[in-house]
């Protein structure tokens, strides 16, 4: 049996106050034609270019929970959590700030707000304050994510 090489941080390793910052990442009209596929969501504000020139926007805008998910990506992109996470257990107070257009180019910002050890279930939970950005660094959606995260295998 091959040895699993871990790349993320555990549990212990991580302390309120530490900061990560994705790469960005591109929303693309395939994302946005691809996700309104997948979610069943072809509301016309997404989808239908003519009848979003008569919107407050002007454009077609990304769905909202597009955006999340491409955060949850990018997070997922810094490496802190790649082979450690044991699950993503909720989200709390999540704001939609601004509009994501097509051809935006998303980051995330993270910052640890909070630690909590459950040892029962091998590891602890982090709460992370989330931070999506534009290339514009305007944020356009934030809030917190609490993550179960392993600890570090005994010696």
Known sequence: ???I?????????????????????????????TFAGLSGDYNQIHTDAEFSKNTPYGQRIAH?????????????????LEGTVLAFREIE???FTKPVFIGDTLK????VIETKALP????????????????????????????????????
């Open 1 to 3: 049996m091959s040895k």
């Open 108 to 111: 995330v910002e993270l910052e």
């Open 93 to 95: 107070e999540w704001k």
């Open 120 to 155: 029962r279930l091998g590891g602890g939970m982090i709460v992370i304050q989330v931070t999506v950005l534009n290339q514009q660094s305007e944020s356009v959606m934030k809030g917190k994510w609490s993550v179960l995260v392993a600890s570090k295998p005994k010696s």
């Open 64 to 80: 909202g929970l597009l955006g999340l998910s491409i955060a949850s990506g990018l997070a997922m992109r810094t490496g802190i």
């Open 5 to 33: 090489d871990i790349r993320g941080r555990y549990f212990e390793e991580f302390a309120i106050g530490q900061t990560y910052t994705s790469v960005g990442r591109t929303v693309t009209e395939h994302d946005v034609l």
